[in-house]
């Protein structure tokens, strides 16, 4: 018969994955106004997303330097990206480079 | 070649601009230079898109469609509810003179050679354009919803300037 697992080691799997679950995390809007990232830097854990919402009635673009992700935010539309790695991203439209901002990204268990 | 022809094309716009800024523009004049400098840059995008196979440069060009026509539409809701007529003026004709010269200039050429001339053209045109806006333009202009839109205009072709000039850094 198979040994069933001791509570404390199902207790932890399950917090394992709640904390790898893309439901675990929150939204954190940055709005766009007049072609700013506002605020400028956010800091949020890993498995959180960022959510940005242009009122700017031209198409953005939120890119990370780092190639890891491109997100379009068109006029008056909202973007996304969920956080997967913890460190610090720095990102910048594309049509206008003039806008920039920061994410630091935290491990799940480390206070803000 | 077409370096020196930039710079003299950059001479006559900045000189009727300075013509201009000795004899303060009106806000009609001023929406029709704004209007009419956002319609010249398109109009270049569109002669870029005929002639360009690059993936940066047309990406750059088709982005300078989508926002100059998405600024003169606001332009135009803008000055519709202010009752502003725009009005022709000297710096709109050196404007409009010097980037038909640019492109029949740009016409001429093809490859990598227009792809190189057409983004050293972007960076001196915004420059130009911007210098523009921002000594004599929004200084310039009275109604305060007007001055406040060329503000933004401003901020957004500052940021093509830049994404210019990251692209004409990619052809030294």
């Keep these: 018969m198979r040994a069933l697992l ?37 800091t949020v854990h890993v498995g959180d997303t960022v959510e940005w919402d242009n009122a700017d009635f031209v198409d953005h673009t939120a890119t990370a330097t780092n190639g890891d992700w491109d997100v379009a935010i068109a006029g008056g539309k909202s973007g996304s990206v969920q956080l997967s790695r913890a460190g610090t991203l720095s990102y910048y439209c594309r049509f206008h480079p003039n806008m920039t901002g920061t994410i630091k990204v935290l491990d799940a268990d480390q206070p803000r | ?24 523009p009106s806000d009609p004049q001023i929406a029709h230079i704004a209007y009419t400098a956002g319609t010249l840059d398109i109009e270049a995008a569109q002669q870029a898109l005929k002639k360009s196979k690059n993936k940066e440069v047309r990406g750059f060009a088709e982005n300078m469609v989508k926002d100059h026509t998405a600024v003169n539409d606001q332009a135009l809701a803008l000055v519709k509810k202010l009752g502003v007529t725009p009005q022709d003026n000297a710096t709109s004709k050196g404007l409009t003179k010097g980037a038909a010269d640019r492109l029949s200039e740009l016409g001429k050429l093809s490859g990598s050679n227009f792809d190189k001339a057409y983004v050293e053209n972007e960076v001196a045109y915004h420059q130009t354009v911007n ?23 401003l901020k957004i072709f500052q940021g093509h300037q830049q ?7 990619t052809f030294k």
């Design chain 2, 131 to 153: 210098d523009a806006l921002s000594k004599t333009l929004i200084p310039s202009a009275n109604n305060a919803e007007l001055k406040s839109f060329l503000e933004t205009g």
């Design chain 1, 6 to 42: 001791p509570g404390s080691t199902l207790l932890a799997l399950l917090q394992g994955w709640l904390a790898a679950s893309p439901l675990a995390g929150e939204v954190v809007k940055v709005p766009i106004s007049d072609l700013v990232f506002s605020p400028a830097e956010v």
């Design chain 2, 163 to 169: 994404h210019a000039e990251h692209l004409a850094a």
């Design chain 2, 1 to 24: 070649m077409h370096i020196s022809y930039l710079g003299a094309a950059a001479a006559l716009v900045l000189g009727a601009i300075a013509v201009q800024a000795q004899d303060k």
